[in-house]
Nanobody, 123 residues
């Protein structure tokens, strides 16, 4: 069993930055892949980024590539999403998800989800 808790969301102006964190716990978390998804008002949940259980196999959505960076803490109990050059289009609830090995773009493959953290970017 894996438990996930997101934090770090908030309100920022366009062009600003935020760093989201996903704190995880569980017997096998150190070997779990992690993904970030987001859902904006009136839109479907979409893939943002993911990282493999070993810290490799990193994937980004085209809309965030070059602006967002996913990483794992050295202890493997926390995953970060550094978000730079934010725009109002990035406004959404951001969710952390995990799977023992999968780190792709398909949300339905992930087994565990956090409660989400709100990110709001003003013009």
């Amino acid at each position: 069993q894996v438990q996930l808790v997101e934090s770090g969301g908030g309100l920022v102006q366009a062009g600003g930055s935020l760093r989201l964190s996903c704190a995880a716990s569980g017997r096998t978390f150190s070997s779990y892949a992690m993904g970030w998804f987001r859902q904006a008002p009136g839109k479907e949940r979409e893939f943002v980024s993911a990282i493999g259980w070993s810290g490799g196999n990193i994937n980004y959505a085209d809309s965030v590539k070059g602006r967002f960076t996913i990483s794992r803490g050295s202890a493997k109990n926390t995953v970060y999403l550094q978000m730079n050059s934010l725009t109002p289009d990035d406004t959404a609830v951001y969710y952390c998800a995990s799977h023992p090995v999968y780190s792709g773009r398909d949300a339905s493959r992930y087994d565990y989800w956090g409660q989400g953290t709100q990110v709001t970017v003003s013009s």
